[in-house]
């Protein structure tokens, strides 16, 4: 999507940015702009050449700075805001933080230090300089931050930059200070609204000696944002939250003043990294306890210091939180200092590398007997190590350094190997027996799932690579009862539930562009079986196959044979059921297709009622009796048929009402782009799918009024 100009005035000619940026020798550019410029040739000199000073290169490519400018740009904003306040918190000044979406502005108040008010330079203060001047803050290695969110120091000004009007208010010497930013230009509103340029701060009130902190409000730029950009309440939300696993004894409020009545909630820190992995596993059955690592090295990095190149000593303190669980999915959740890095980074690597070398070292020792006969196969890989691994790992050192601004990945190297070390060491002490909390039983357990996960992969993929052999031979390689279609590439695979609906599904399709898979007896539940039970399973195996695309983490989008997957089920609970299953069975082995929005559930008639000679179909009880009303009342008669399947349906109906594009009724179904929507997807499969009972108990007791009755259970 296209980026709005801040302003056209400041914007180079698309020919001059190129050449800015493509380097290279003078008669090169030369060459390109006389080709492409309006003016003669010869005419690229030196006045075509422009610097974007301060804030304008910020405007001019957000992307750079903030990944974006829709929501997840717009969110970023307020994340630097408040990533402030949490290293105010962390560095231990200040245990109070207030957030506040409103309607047109975001609100961060924290209760830390207050940012100097003093004089930087030519009668510019600290405050100022913070929010106009690019790297430019306290968390450069000179004492004011032991560990911080970033080494940048762009945070706030890129906020001011991408902002139409910005508020900072400070606590310090007993007083408000304060000042404004309009269009990133210093100032303050007199009292008749009007705004005034000008560098000095502005008292506003009086507040005790001892009272210090500081208040950010910003007003985003619109003309920067794309106009559906929002923040997400649930997902602020759910960052506030593990900022406080992160920060001991943290009080955040956050209120969400759009909404009438407004939300507020109160999010208070708790028991560290290890309340963290607790809630992370919810109620699936754990395989081990809790199980903390931690520990500390110093590393040496290079760095500019006062102009030349320093080594300077850091310290690198590493803390981990884990359990194994007798589910499936891995979650490993990695920080630096307080800043989630979803994207992993050194200390994620040396987490997973030092896992692998210890659970195979682990085997090794315990000599399982299921993995004898594997031989040279018979060591775990990665996938195997951290089947149902919930982790927490955390990283704290001075001057972090990230790869992107967004901060989404950790790039300092010399973690990589610290972080390895520290967890090495210690899960090699709780196998042996020798870590506090380390059970001889949990010990075994968690060994005997590490070796089934192991024999599961080996034999899973034996038994692919023998199907993959024996359809080679066939005459297409394809599943028998797949009716294919000619054109494969924009066509769409309909999935129906038996014999009995895939007769006349085949009949009235269009063979040209509509292929037809049924399945013949219940998908097995991929929430709760291994992926040796998956590939083991006909039906699955089937869908894998006229896919054409793989499975798992091989599952290949481009490969697809087919553009969508459409769900044909009966309008029955057999009908939710099978259709329950095979959602969950490419949630598990073919996401993509779901994030792609490449699938689809068809949305078949409950009714038809026949009105003299025309036909008139209704797909719920309650268009059922709206209809049966208005005919009643018009004193009409017609004759009413139920579907109890799609096999009642003769051709025609089938067609009509579900295989034809221009009558037909289709639901997309997919996972969303926020990360709010994709944990919700991730909740509900496991609620509903997933091998722990107690939750679907609770789920389907909690909703059984909406469904006309209250279970007693």
Known sequence: MAVPAASTARDAPEEQIRNMAD?????S????????????????????????EGLDAVRKRPGMYIGGTGSGGLTHLLWEIIDNAVDEAAAGHGRQIEITLYDDSYEVVDRGRGIPIDIKHDDITAVEVVFTELHAGGKFGNGAYGASGGLHGVGASVVNALSSRLVVDVNRKGATHRLEFCDRIAGHTDAAGRFRPGHKLKRVGRVSAGRTGTRVQFWPDREIFDPAATVDFDEVRQRIEQVCFLVPKVKITLADRRTDPPVIEEIVSSGGLADFVQKLCGDVEPVTGLIGLSGSEEFTERVPVDGKLTDVVRRCDVEVAMRWTRAYDTNIVGFVNTIPTPEGGTHIAGFERALTTAVNTALAESDPRKLRRLKDEARAQREDAQEGLVAVVRATFAEPQFRGQTKRELGTPQVQRIVASVVREG?????????????????????????????????????????RKAAALGSNGMPDKLSDCRLQREGELLIVEGDSAAGPAKRARDSAWQAVLPLRGKVVNAGKGTAKAVLDNAEATALFTALGAGSGTDFDLDACRY????????????????RCLVLTLIYHYMRPLLAGGRVFAAQPPTHAFTIGSTKQFVYSEAERETLTAELEAANRRYRLTRFKGLGEMDDDELFETTLNPDTRVLRKIGLGEAR????????AFSVMMGAAVEPRREFIVRHSRDYGQALDI
């Not at 040739?41 to 075509?48: C, E, I, K, R």
């Open 23 to 27: 380097g290279g020798d003078s008669h």
């Open 29 to 52: 550019h030369s060459s390109a702009a006389a080709s492409g410029a309006d003016g003669p040739a010869g005419s690229y000199d030196a006045s075509a050449i422009e610097v974007l």
């Open 427 to 467: 899960l090699r002490a709780w196998f042996d027996g020798s870590a506090p909390g380390s059970r001889k039983t949990h010990v075994r357990a968690l060994i005997d799932k590490l070796a089934d996960a192991v024999v599961n992969r080996v034999e899973s993929r034996r038994a692919l690579d023998q199907r």
């Open 563 to 578: 553009e969508r997957v459409v769900l044909l089920a009966d309008a029955d609970v057999d009908g939710s059921h099978i």
């Open 676 to 683: 709010a929507s994709q944990e919700e997807a991730k909740k």
